[in-house]
């Protein structure tokens, strides 16, 4: 499974791994960056390629689950 194109402009949601503080990004802006800043604790937390998909997949089957 690769990053889902539909998703490129749904609002994703994943927590920072420092201080859970959740992040919002769109699904096209996650698929391009490496690292974020976070709002909560400012830390500058680099994202994976498998961390993504984790995060496209988790959508993925809560939007599977609400229709």
Do not use: W
């Not at 499974?1 to 699904?27: H, I, N, Q, W």
């Amino acid at each position: 499974m690769g990053l889902a194109e539909d998703l490129s402009d749904v609002a994703l949601t994943f927590d920072c791994p420092d201080c859970s503080y959740p992040a919002v990004r769109k699904g096209s802006a996650l698929k391009t960056i490496a690292h974020f800043r976070c709002d909560g604790c400012n830390a500058k937390v680099r994202i994976t390629y498998p961390q993504k998909l984790a995060i496209f997949e988790k959508h993925k089957l809560l939007t599977a689950q609400g229709a």
